[in-house]
């Protein structure tokens, strides 16, 4: 097969594969979704490159040789539990704070969208990245599962141009899905009542806090397991 056709491939296999993976609602998709409603379409990539900026360091370090030290179950539980920890504690805030959100709402300048670059953008970033470290899966599915396999393979086929265009195509299939989410959710805030815009921050923040308590239980069975305790 021409390098070209195998590099069409690849790019494809993955995006396809990426957009299929994020139809699961993850910390990632909660913490998109309640950022655009309450402050607008631009926290959304802002958020995602926290995301991709993981992405990025864990396939530079499966490519240095760190894949028996990443799909260690008690390194993943040890990273997952405070992360996930913290976000309990974000979620409840949005939760508590839902009214005063919604009272918000018809501050103009409240409800405008931002620059990832201004001020606050960074937080947005590091929710991206606190949403990733809690997912255990984030883990498993680069290191044991799918992706690993995926990423080999890219490899095998085309060296590190098959790497650079495996992650290319998972990239944009993040952006793609999540921008949508975060445009969905960003554009039908302003057509709300206060009433169901305080409610629907709620229930997000309810099933945000529920998924980061599962996270918070699978690590610390793990850390069981692993006997370091």
């Known amino acids: ?16 594969n990426g957009l299929r993976n994020n139809l699961f609602p993850g910390p990632l998709f909660f913490a998109v979704a309640l950022q655009a409603l309450r402050k607008g379409f631009w926290a959304t990539p802002a958020t995602v490159l926290g995301h991709l900026l993981l992405d990025m360091l864990i396939v530079v370090s499966l490519g240095i040789g760190l894949h028996p030290f990443l799909q260690q179950n008690a390194l ?12 309990i504690f974000m979620a409840w805030h949005v939760y508590r704070d839902a009214p005063k959100a919604a009272a918000r709402l018809a501050d103009p300048w409240e409800t405008a969208a931002r620059s990832p670059l201004a001020p606050g953008g960074v937080s947005f970033i590091i929710l991206g990245l606190l949403t990733t470290l809690a997912n255990p899966f984030w883990f498993t599915w680069w290191t044991v599962n799918e992706g690993a396999s995926l990423l080999d393979g890219s490899f095998a086929a085309l060296g590190i141009a098959g790497v650079v265009t495996f992650f290319l195509g998972h990239l944009l299939a993040d952006l793609t899905w999540y921008c949508a989410i975060g445009a ?6 302003q057509s709300l009542s206060i009433t169901l815009y305080a409610a629907i921050l709620r229930a997000g923040a309810i099933f945000f ?15 069981r397991q692993s006997g370091i305790f």
């Open 76 to 87: 993943i539980a040890f990273v997952t539990v405070p992360t996930a920890a913290v976000l």
């Open 184 to 189: 969905l959710a960003a554009s039908g805030r």
């Open 1 to 16: 097969m021409p390098a070209e056709a195998s590099i069409l491939a690849i790019f494809l296999i993955s995006f396809v």
């Open 209 to 223: 806090m529920f998924i980061c308590v599962a996270f918070v239980f699978l690590g610390i069975q793990a850390i």
